[in-house]
């Protein structure tokens, strides 16, 4: 048989397929864009999960018009540097680089990207359809970015078959959005649609940014039913808040972890905050936690894979221990502790 290229097209469909898996994958670029685009607004709009529309908005860097058009094409970034003195990818200090995402988004639904740079005179916009790229044109708008995608896998039907109910993928897009925003009280992020109860966090800052963001995001009670953590061993770090023994939930959905400013999603982290409270609550119930790691950034991949989560650290064992430790530390420092919340939240105590 012939051995055939595949067309540009094609590739880029395939990659889409792992890139974007869901609505949710899609927010999830989108917004870190934003954020290494240095904004300080980020408006999140969606329709019917995501698929319908999803449209993140924010008043970062922008872009130049000639610019635009390499935005949507594959492993085009502006964010690594593959020529001066810090070339590689040993130094990443942004949330993307590998320079796909526009590119795989284009590909799968209909995509439109708006911008306008600092001292351009006006904005430009650029579709990608399916794959098809259509020339740039002049579009009103003020400074920053506009990415809007509809109809999102329509060119990869086989995704879709794939998708939870709207209700579902409005949910893991809200849960999304929530971890991005806890690591950055400093930019204001709002989420609205049809589809679901719309949410509005204020930018925060100072001292107390990081409690107050993740009170926004948690619910206030967990500003008081929650110890702070502070710890620190062999250089990583080693902060956050983890809540009372008497306020746990039935899942573990409320347990937050970020590595370096990422959010991550960690098996061998949830597992152990669970070990860490295996003495003072029920196996049936889930503590809450917000905790965020920070090491040398040669000692964690946090870029196993590009959708996923997962982080692979050079010291599980010493990150296990540190966590474990600095928690219970804090547990029997706190000794036996009424949640301010609801009496009702007791029943579930020890
Ligand atoms: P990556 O983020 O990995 O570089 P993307 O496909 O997500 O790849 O984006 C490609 C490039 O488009 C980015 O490197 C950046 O230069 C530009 N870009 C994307 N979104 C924005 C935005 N919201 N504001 C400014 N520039 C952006
Ligand atoms: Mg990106």
Same mark, same amino acid.
Request: charged share 25%; aromatic share 4%.
């Given at each position: ?11 880029? &469909? ?46 970062? *860097? ?7 058009? !390499? ?74 970015? &506009? ?12 995704? !879709? ?103 991550? &999603? ?24 917000? !905790?965020? !790691? ?17 982080? &692979? ?20 420092? *706190? ?16």
């Amino acid at each position: 048989m012939a051995i055939r290229r595949l067309p540009e097209e094609i590739v880029n &469909r395939i990659a889409a397929g792992e890139v974007v898996e869901r609505p949710a994958s899609v927010v999830k670029e989108l917004v870190e864009n934003s954020i290494d685009a240095g904004a300080r607004t980020i408006e999140i709009v969606t329709a019917a999960g995501g698929v319908a529309l999803i449209r993140v908005s924010d008043d970062g *860097s922008g872009m130049e018009a000639e610019d635009l058009g !390499l935005a949507v094409e594959r492993h085009a970034t502006s964010k690594l540097d593959i020529v001066g003195p810090n070339a590689g990818l040993d130094d990443i200090r942004t949330l993307g680089f590998r320079g796909e995402a526009l590119a795989a988004i284009g590909a799968a639904g209909r995509l439109c990207l708006a911008s306008r740079s600092k001292d351009a005179a006006e904005g430009w916009e650029i579709t990608v359809d399916g794959g098809r790229v259509a020339p740039l044109r002049p579009t009103g708008l003020s400074r920053g970015t &506009r990415v809007e995608v509809r109809d999102l896998f329509f060119a990869t039907p086989a995704r !879709l078959k794939f998708l939870k109910s709207e209700r579902a993928e409005a949910a893991a897009i809200t849960d999304v959005v929530k971890r991005l925003a806890m690591a950055h009280p400093e930019i204001r992020f709002s989420l609205a649609g049809d589809d679901r109860a719309s949410l509005d966090y204020p930018a925060v800052g100072g001292a107390g940014a990081r409690l107050a963001r993740i009170g926004q995001a948690i619910g206030d009670d967990f500003r008081s039913d929650s110890l702070a953590i502070e710890a620190r061993r062999e250089g990583v770090e080693l902060s956050g808040y983890a809540g009372l023994p008497t306020v746990g939930r039935a899942n573990g959905l409320q347990q937050y972890f970020f590595v370096n400013g990422r959010p991550v &999603r960690d098996k061998q982290l949830t597992g152990a905050l669970r070990a860490a409270y295996a003495d003072v609550m029920k196996r049936d119930r889930h503590p809450v936690a917000a !905790l965020f !790691l920070a090491l040398d950034p040669a000692l964690v991949d946090v870029n196993v894979h590009p959708a996923k989560a997962e982080v &692979r650290f050079r010291d599980p064992g010493l990150v296990r221990g540190l966590i474990v430790g600095a928690i219970r530390q804090a547990l029997a420092a *706190s000794g036996p502790r009424a949640p301010r919340a609801a009496a009702g939240a007791t029943v579930s105590a020890i």
